[in-house]
């Protein structure tokens, strides 16, 4: 009898740490694995906003997948997937080559959610993927050329569009980068302008009072405007306009207003519940015995209207049950049901400085950022051990790019 056959599709969270259990679960010869992304790289979606201003060093962020995986044991495809037909159990990658499966898991994680709002697609900058983050860096620098040559005040101007934990992410690295950045090319960092917009009446929202205000605290102390309770209406190659005849005069405007689950899988033939895969408890796709989702594109519902937020943290503790439970499926054995236990967020402003909550604790301020830097850690150690640390850490400065 032939080996059963694994396919992953998406090697973010979700997708890399599933097939690194299966690594661990899977008996010699008992299935072949096949992991397939569209880059050789995983990148540290959680730390992209330092891409975006050059604050990491690109090897710190994306991270090469034939390193971190066994090839012994897990065959990785550098592949773009464009559909599955779930009847034929065929995985159809651009270019024409098919992948058949026995077991699926899809994990193709976030697409950015624009809601309709004009000139945001075409004019905006993503926080998506490690590609569309190298690009807001690239994007700064060419606005400084530019500057050198036309004196527009409107290139100096960066708007972060989203108060939230990602928006404040971005808020706090423009803050720490730019002025290594103005000095590198030659520009006078007094007329730079930071300006974070958010349509609550503040950032954080979602916050205890005190958080909140320590975030609006820190965001002030450097000198980033804050426009809070408007509603962006449209985006411009040359503006941002605002509700209430507010505009903001800019080339710069970097969007971290929402995501969405990947729309690819639309077409596919899955049960789609808003926007996403709905799964069942056992982490497979609903009516389905032999096709799972976790991470950003599934919806799993905690109780019967609430489904749980796109997060590392929800894919990080999916990614091993999955494992087990595709196992389990193969061996014929009962599955597992996935319990979620909430550990907290933290949100880093800058190197210096985060806010959270970790179980009934608030974090602020230095203790905060070190906490922040504890979790980023503790995933690069659950992933490839103390040398991956190492290698990671170890003579790093931020390089050209
Ligand atoms: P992803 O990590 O997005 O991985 C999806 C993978 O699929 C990618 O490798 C992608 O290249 C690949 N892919 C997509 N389409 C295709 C295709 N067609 N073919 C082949 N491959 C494809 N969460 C937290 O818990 N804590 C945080 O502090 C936090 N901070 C964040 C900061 C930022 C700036 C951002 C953007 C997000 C943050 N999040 C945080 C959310 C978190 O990053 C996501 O929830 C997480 O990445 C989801 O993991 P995933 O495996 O579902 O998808």
């Known amino acids: 009898m032939s080996k059963p056959k694994i396919v992953i599709l998406g090697a973010g969270y979700g997708g890399l740490i599933t097939s690194k259990s299966l690594e661990k679960l899977l008996k010699s010869g008992e299935a072949d694995v096949t992991l397939i992304n569209k880059h050789d790289y995983h990148y540290l979606t959680t730390q992209l906003h330092k891409t975006g201003v050059g604050t990491a060093a690109d090897r710190q962020i994306a991270l090469s997948i034939p390193e971190l995986i066994n090839s012994n044991k897990t065959q990785f495809l550098k592949a773009s997937v464009s559909s599955v037909d779930i009847k034929s159990q065929v995985v159809h990658l651009e270019g024409g080559d098919t992948v058949n499966y026995d077991y699926l898991l899809i994990a193709l994680g976030f697409e950015v959610e624009t809601f309709g709002i004009p000139g945001i697609k075409e004019n905006a ?4 993927s490690f590609r569309s983050s190298k690009a807001i860096y690239h994007h700064i620098i060419k606005q400084f050329n530019l500057y050198k040559e036309d004196q527009d005040p409107s290139r100096l101007t960066f708007v972060v569009a989203g108060g939230g934990f990602t928006g404040i992410e971005m808020l706090g690295e423009l803050a720490d980068g730019l002025p290594k950045l103005c000095k590198e090319h030659d520009i006078p960092f007094e007329k730079i302008r930071i300006v974070a917009i958010e349509a609550a009446p503040s950032v954080i929202p979602f916050f205890p009072k005190q958080s909140i205000q320590y975030t609006m605290n820190v965001l002030e102390k450097r000198n980033i ?4 309770g408007t509603k962006i209406l449209e985006c411009t190659p040359e503006k941002v306009v605002l509700e209430n005849n507010i505009e903001v005069p800019t080339r710069s405007l970097i969007w971290s207003c929402g995501v969405k689950g990947n729309t690819i899988v639309h077409k596919w033939g899955l049960p789609i519940v808003k926007g996403k895969i709905a799964v069942d408890s056992y982490l497979r796709v609903k009516n389905m015995n032999n096709v799972f989702s976790i991470g950003d594109c599934s ?28 196992v389990s499926s193969i061996r014929g054995e009962s599955l597992k049901a996935f319990e979620y236990h909430h550990k907290g ?12 909550k970790v179980g009934n604790f608030r974090l602020s301020g230095l203790f905060g950022a070190f906490m922040k830097q504890v979790i980023e850690a503790r ?12 290698k990671q850490h170890v003579g790093v400065s931020r390089e050209p790019v």
Do not use: H, W
Request: glycine share 6%.
């Open 125 to 128: 900058l993503e926080i998506r």
């Open 225 to 228: 405007e804050l426009i809070t």
């Open 299 to 326: 919806l799993f519902l905690k109780d019967e209207k609430n489904a749980l937020a796109p997060t590392a943290q929800v894919a990080l503790q999916q990614a091993p049950l999955c494992a087990k439970n595709i």
């Open 345 to 356: 967020s933290v949100a880093s402003i800058g190197l210096m400085a985060a806010v959270g």
């Open 379 to 390: 995933y690069l150690f659950n992933l490839g051990g103390p040398s991956l640390i190492i």
